[in-house]
Nanobody
Framework: QVQLVESGGGLVQAGGSLRLSCAASGRTFSTSAMGWFRQGPGKEREIVAGISASGKTTYYKDSVKGRFTISRDNAKNTVVLQMNSLKLEDTAVYYC?????????????????WGQGTQVTVSS
């Protein structure tokens, strides 16, 4: 497994930006596809963005396209989610996750390592 630690959450006004970072250790990070998930109050956990092990392929949930950007630095074992133009509905706990697959995946069941989560709260 991969050990993951998220940082960068917080309280921000609607329209603002936050940058979430995830530091990885353990299994070779560069062979793991990564994902950012979120879980809002009373909601199921959902994928927000994903990135392949090489970083060449990405996925975004429709509602965040054009506002969020996922990137990774395999030399530094980090994956970042840049969130711009935040909306009230982006409020959730955000989780970083690692897959045993190298190819991009968006299936929750294919991620076997999870961070502890970081709270993102967007206020009006």
């Amino acid at each position: 497994q991969v050990q993951l630690v998220e940082s960068g959450g917080g309280l921000v006004q609607a329209g603002g930006s936050l940058r979430l970072s995830c530091a990885a250790s353990g299994r070779t990070f560069s062979t793991s596809a990564m994902g950012w998930f979120r879980q809002g109050p009373g909601k199921e956990r959902e994928i927000v963005a994903g990135i392949s092990a090489s970083g060449k392929t990405t996925y975004y949930k429709d509602s965040v396209k054009g506002r969020f950007t996922i990137s990774r630095d395999n030399a530094k074992n980090t994956v970042v989610l840049q969130m711009n133009s935040l909306k009230l509905e982006d409020t959730a706990v955000y989780y970083c996750a690692a897959s045993q697959r190298a190819l991009l995946t968006i299936r929750l069941s294919e991620f076997d390592s999870w961070g502890q989560g970081t709270q993102v709260t967007v206020s009006s």
